[in-house]
């Protein structure tokens, strides 16, 4: 994408900003319509939201937190899209309560499975947002990263908790409840009537790398921004990222 979010913090986002980016790009060609209906499950004061917006975009945001829809009024006001960014508080248990069933091309569903009850229905509700032929990008933490994070900081024994433990967490003070290998978020894209349309790991690298060096050495970002995305795609870097992001396809409607 012609982005938004770089150089800096591209680095945690710009695998799924291209991959997003793509499947935008396909649902304005399949529908016709170059403005699409966009709802954020979770999203917060609009990382991705304000920018999808700037590309034309009409976006709901879902989200639990009064404060991070404080901000992403604020946010959306500042980048002059208020009007195609609309903010309601409300989570995915009660979706439907805040959010029109079967209304959007692309749902998004980042930073939300860790948290819910069910991952199950969670996924199922972001699925029953969809229309025909709509996108889900599916955006979570994955284990394997944790497991290798915990490791390399010689703390041994919470990175054979964290393999161990159901929800993949190494120990009670981990602030994230649950994390998913990329078979378990597949498994429940799938559970969910859709199509696996791609898996691709998510700060493989770039939470491993010292900042300072990406900082200072010259070159360092855009080398590591180009290694990330060559990692990606590989199944072998799956159970090593940080996040996993999988892409869902609903089919199109039929005689479409």
């Given at each position: 994408?012609?982005d938004p979010?770089?150089?800096?913090?591209?680095?945690?986002?710009?695998?799924?900003?291209?991959?997003?980016?793509?499947?935008?790009?396909?649902?304005?060609?399949?529908?016709?319509r170059q403005?699409?209906?966009?709802?954020?499950?979770?999203?917060?004061?609009?990382?991705?939201?304000?920018?999808?917006?700037?590309?034309?975009?009409?976006?709901?945001?879902?989200?639990?937190?009064?404060?991070?829809?404080?901000?992403?009024?604020?946010?959306?006001?500042?980048?002059?899209?208020?009007?195609?960014?609309?903010?309601?508080?409300?989570?995915?248990?009660?979706?439907?309560?805040?959010?029109?069933?079967?209304?959007?091309?692309?749902?998004?569903?980042?930073?939300?499975?860790?948290?819910?009850?069910?991952?199950?229905?969670?996924?199922?509700?972001?699925?029953?947002?969809?229309?025909?032929?709509?996108?889900?990008?599916?955006?979570?933490?994955?284990?394997?990263?944790?497991?290798?994070?915990?490791?390399?900081?010689?703390?041994?024994?919470?990175?054979?908790?964290?393999?161990?433990?159901?929800?993949?967490?190494?120990?009670?003070?981990?602030?994230?409840?649950?994390?998913?290998?990329?078979?378990?978020?597949?498994?429940?894209?799938?559970?969910?009537?859709?199509?696996?349309?791609?898996?691709?790991?998510?700060?493989?690298?770039?939470?491993?790398?010292?900042?300072?060096?990406?900082?200072?050495?010259?070159?360092?970002?855009?080398?590591?921004?180009?290694?990330?995305?060559?990692?990606?795609?590989?199944?072998?870097?799956?159970?090593?990222?940080?996040?996993?992001?999988?892409?869902?396809?609903?089919?199109?409607?039929?005689?479409?």
């Amino acid at each position: 994408m012609s982005d938004p979010m770089r150089p800096r913090a591209a680095l945690r986002t710009a695998v799924v900003w291209d991959v997003l980016q793509d499947s935008l790009e396909r649902r304005v060609e399949a529908t016709g319509r170059q403005a699409l209906d966009v709802l954020d499950t979770g999203g917060g004061s609009g990382n991705f939201a304000v920018p999808l917006a700037r590309l034309g975009h009409r976006v709901t945001v879902v989200d639990p937190s009064p404060n991070a829809l404080f901000a992403l009024e604020r946010r959306a006001a500042e980048e002059g899209v208020a009007d195609r960014v609309h903010g309601v508080q409300g989570d995915a248990r009660g979706l439907f309560d805040v959010a029109e069933r079967g209304g959007y091309d692309v749902v998004l569903c980042h930073g939300v499975l860790e948290y819910v009850d069910d991952p199950a229905e969670g996924v199922r509700n972001t699925v029953a947002a969809l229309r025909p032929g709509g996108v889900l990008s599916l955006l979570a933490a994955g284990l394997g990263g944790a497991v290798l994070a915990r490791a390399l900081a010689g703390h041994f024994t919470e990175a054979r908790q964290a393999l161990d433990d159901p929800n993949g967490r190494w120990g009670e003070g981990d602030p994230v409840p649950r994390r998913f290998t990329a078979e378990q978020l597949t498994g429940l894209v799938r559970g969910a009537g859709l199509e696996v349309g791609a898996v691709h790991g998510v700060r493989v690298f770039s939470d491993l790398v010292p900042g300072v060096l990406v900082d200072t050495e010259p070159g360092a970002m855009e080398a590591l921004l180009k290694l990330e995305a060559a990692a990606a795609e590989l199944a072998a870097f799956h159970s090593v990222a940080t996040q996993l992001h999988v892409l869902g396809e609903a089919a199109e409607a039929a005689g479409a």
